[in-house]
């Protein structure tokens, strides 16, 4: 782990932890380190900047900084901090749309969200993929999305559970889990999807269980009590509510105590009442839903609300209260309706995604199209469009036209899979030369070109000259090249490829394995 994501790792923690002030100004000092512009900074620190925003209530400014992570990230072309600038980005624009309806764009959100997805597929480096993957997490539980919510914090706790050096405690996402099934059953509760709810039950008491079993530094007592409160809860609905609603009270009561304010507090009141009620503790179920009820912030969670005071109108209709019933069908005529926009969300993530794959598979297919299948580089095919395209600006841009010398002495002695390998070999040190500052193809045969934006001649016969000493360098090869240099403006890039072209055959008519520039007055360069 490379030394300022070390630090980084260290103040996306403080951030979340309350010193969000001081990791916001050590991260600003680091991203001013290169050049003094904090546009110039690493990704890594323009992330903990979004996320001491976030820390700090501004979701505007976390928004800014977003943004100027994702530009970052492309410019080291890191996919996992691209992906997690768009997933904060994403369930921050939520946040702003619910208090302003202007705010409001789902399209844009699901695109930010399915878009970081195919972003973070591979990524490497393990702190970015998994903030990444808790960033989507974040934006597809903030939509109740929680089928697409699940993937992430899975593979969240499989990066973290085989990486030491990784941020957290892997229990944490363990929990998380737990949770989203927790909250997925108490939705289905509601709408009258009672097996369903239970096989998700089912699903967050084994998530509990193991992040009981696997807790550990310096908070391993809070978290495990917390995993053993979801475990209870996991209980109320199916096997031994009586047990599980006497473990409720007492993992509640400890984390009290502990000062926790974490909401699996208020997540487990419904819990404990179905399970006091089920074990035919009645009026004690409705001591515990009327204290709950009064306790609800009134800028709380609505889901936690509404199974609340569902709970409590459930048991009051049990006993014969009219109004509880009246309030109880109101509330899920409610529910059901919140439940089918969760599902024509869900629908409309699920065709992003598949208009996302297509869009994927549609440019695998044009990059095919324009690419050398033996040496892996641009064919003439995409030289051509570039020229085409460069034609219209208005930069400078050199050209060098490639060809091979002795190439057909590699095919006669030693065979034409010999040939090919030696044509990837050169290939792959022309590519290492233009190092993505340009345009590498291969014309056909041994003859290859190279577009340079913004280059002028010498320093483009400079980077042709590192290109002869790297093919000479290949080991067991003896080809060796010889390189036309040309350079000029875009509107009259032809001439340049002309003149380019001339120069080289001017090299090779005088022995090859050199460099000529297309000037007047130019005699071939020594290389």
């Given at each position: 782990?490379?030394?300022?994501?070390?630090?980084?790792?260290?103040?996306?923690?403080?951030?979340?932890?309350?010193?969000?002030?001081?990791?916001?100004?050590?991260?600003?000092?680091?991203?001013?380190?290169?050049?003094?512009?904090?546009?110039?900074?690493?990704?890594?620190?323009?992330?903990?900047?979004?996320?001491?925003?976030?820390?700090?209530?501004?979701?505007?400014?976390?928004?800014?900084?977003?943004?100027?992570?994702?530009?970052?990230?492309?410019?080291?072309?890191?996919?996992?901090?691209?992906?997690?600038?768009?997933?904060?980005?994403?369930?921050?624009?939520?946040?702003?749309?619910?208090?302003?309806?202007?705010?409001?764009?789902?399209?844009?959100?699901?695109?930010?969200?399915?878009?970081?997805?195919?972003?973070?597929?591979?990524?490497?480096?393990?702190?970015?993929?998994?903030?990444?993957?808790?960033?989507?997490?974040?934006?597809?539980?903030?939509?109740?999305?929680?089928?697409?919510?699940?993937?992430?914090?899975?593979?969240?706790?499989?990066?973290?559970?085989?990486?030491?050096?990784?941020?957290?405690?892997?229990?944490?996402?363990?929990?998380?889990?737990?949770?989203?099934?927790?909250?997925?059953?108490?939705?289905?509760?509601?709408?009258?999807?009672?097996?369903?709810?239970?096989?998700?039950?089912?699903?967050?008491?084994?998530?509990?269980?193991?992040?009981?079993?696997?807790?550990?530094?310096?908070?391993?007592?809070?978290?495990?009590?917390?995993a053993l409160l979801f475990e209870a809860c996991s209980r109320a609905d199916r096997h031994d509510p009586a047990s599980a609603a006497v473990d409720i009270a007492y993992y509640t009561e400890r984390l009290?105590?502990?000062?926790?304010?974490?909401?699996?507090?208020?997540?487990?009141?419904?819990?404990?009442?179905?399970?006091?009620?089920?074990?035919?503790?009645?009026?004690?179920?409705?001591?515990?839903?009327?204290?709950?009820?009064?306790?609800?912030?009134?800028?709380?969670?609505?889901?936690?609300?509404?199974?609340?005071?569902?709970?409590?109108?459930?048991?009051?209709?049990?006993?014969?209260?009219?109004?509880?019933?009246?309030?109880?069908?109101?509330?899920?005529?409610?529910?059901?309706?919140?439940?089918?926009?969760?599902?024509?969300?869900?629908?409309?993530?699920?065709?992003?995604?598949?208009?996302?794959?297509?869009?994927?598979?549609?440019?695998?297919?044009?990059?095919?199209?324009?690419?050398?299948?033996?040496?892996?580089?641009?064919?003439?095919?995409?030289?051509?469009?570039?020229?085409?395209?460069?034609?219209?600006?208005?930069?400078?841009?050199?050209?060098?036209?490639?060809?091979?010398?002795?190439?057909?002495?590699?095919?006669?002695?030693?065979?034409?899979?010999?040939?090919?390998?030696?044509?990837?070999?050169?290939?792959?040190?022309?590519?290492?030369?233009?190092?993505?500052?340009?345009?590498?193809?291969?014309?056909?045969?041994?003859?290859?070109?190279?577009?340079?934006?913004?280059?002028?001649?010498?320093?483009?016969?400079?980077?042709?000259?590192?290109?002869?000493?790297?093919?000479?360098?290949?080991?067991?090869?003896?080809?060796?090249?010889?390189?036309?240099?040309?350079?000029?403006?875009?509107?009259?890039?032809?001439?340049?490829?002309?003149?380019?072209?001339?120069?080289?055959?001017?090299?090779?008519?005088?022995?090859?394995?050199?460099?000529?520039?297309?000037?007047?007055?130019?005699?071939?360069?020594?290389?």
């Open positions: 782990m490379r030394e300022t994501t070390r630090q980084a790792v260290r103040l996306l923690e403080q951030a979340q932890t309350g010193d969000a002030s001081t990791a916001l100004a050590e991260a600003e000092a680091k991203l001013r380190e290169a050049t003094g512009d904090i546009a110039d900074g690493p990704a890594c620190m323009h992330f903990v900047r979004a996320v001491a925003f976030l820390a700090g209530g501004d979701p505007r400014k976390a928004i800014a900084a977003a943004e100027l992570t994702l530009h970052a990230a492309a410019r080291e072309d890191s996919g996992g901090w691209q992906a997690a600038a768009l997933g904060t980005r994403a369930w921050q624009r939520l946040r702003l749309g619910e208090a302003d309806a202007a705010e409001h764009d789902l399209d844009g959100v699901l695109r930010d969200l399915v878009t970081a997805e195919a972003l973070v597929a591979g990524e490497p480096d393990p702190v970015a993929a998994v903030n990444a993957r808790v960033a989507i997490a974040i934006g597809y539980y903030e939509l109740r999305l929680y089928e697409l919510v699940e993937p992430q914090f899975r593979t969240a706790y499989e990066m973290s559970s085989t990486d030491a050096e990784q941020n957290g405690n892997r229990a944490m996402w363990l929990l998380n889990l737990a949770e989203i099934h927790l909250r997925w059953a108490l939705e289905l509760y509601q709408v009258g999807q009672v097996a369903e709810a239970e096989s998700h039950t089912a699903g967050a008491e084994a998530y509990a269980r193991r992040a009981a079993a696997e807790v550990d530094g310096a908070d391993a007592d809070t978290w495990r009590d917390n009290e105590k502990r000062g926790f304010t974490g909401p699996a507090l208020t997540l487990s009141r419904p819990f404990q009442g179905v399970a006091l009620s089920r074990s035919g503790h009645i009026e004690e179920a409705l001591r515990v839903m009327e204290a709950a009820v009064a306790a609800l912030p009134p800028d709380g969670e609505w889901l936690i609300a509404a199974s609340t005071y569902r709970t409590q109108a459930v048991l009051m209709a049990n006993q014969g209260s009219r109004e509880a019933k009246a309030t109880l069908a109101y509330g899920d005529t409610l529910a059901a309706a919140l439940w089918r926009q969760r599902l024509n969300t869900l629908h409309a993530a699920r065709t992003v995604h598949d208009l996302e794959a297509l869009r994927q598979q549609h440019e695998q297919m044009a990059r095919a199209v324009e690419l050398d299948p033996l040496t892996g580089v641009a064919n003439r095919r995409a030289f051509d469009r570039a020229l085409a395209e460069a034609a219209t600006g208005s930069q400078r841009i050199a050209v060098l036209i490639i060809d091979t010398d002795g190439f057909k002495q590699i095919n006669d002695t030693y065979g034409h899979a010999a040939g090919d390998s030696a044509l990837r070999a050169i290939a792959a040190a022309l590519a290492a030369q233009v190092d993505g500052r340009g345009l590498l193809a291969r014309l056909g045969g041994d003859e290859f070109a190279v577009l340079l934006d913004d280059t002028c001649a010498a320093e483009a016969a400079a980077v042709a000259v590192r290109m002869v000493h790297a093919v000479r360098d290949i080991p067991d090869c003896p080809a060796t090249l010889s390189i036309g240099v040309a350079d000029g403006l875009a509107t009259a890039l032809p001439d340049a490829v002309a003149r380019a072209d001339e120069a080289m055959y001017e090299i090779k008519r005088a022995g090859g394995d050199g460099v000529r520039v297309s000037e007047p007055g130019t005699t071939a360069m020594a290389a």
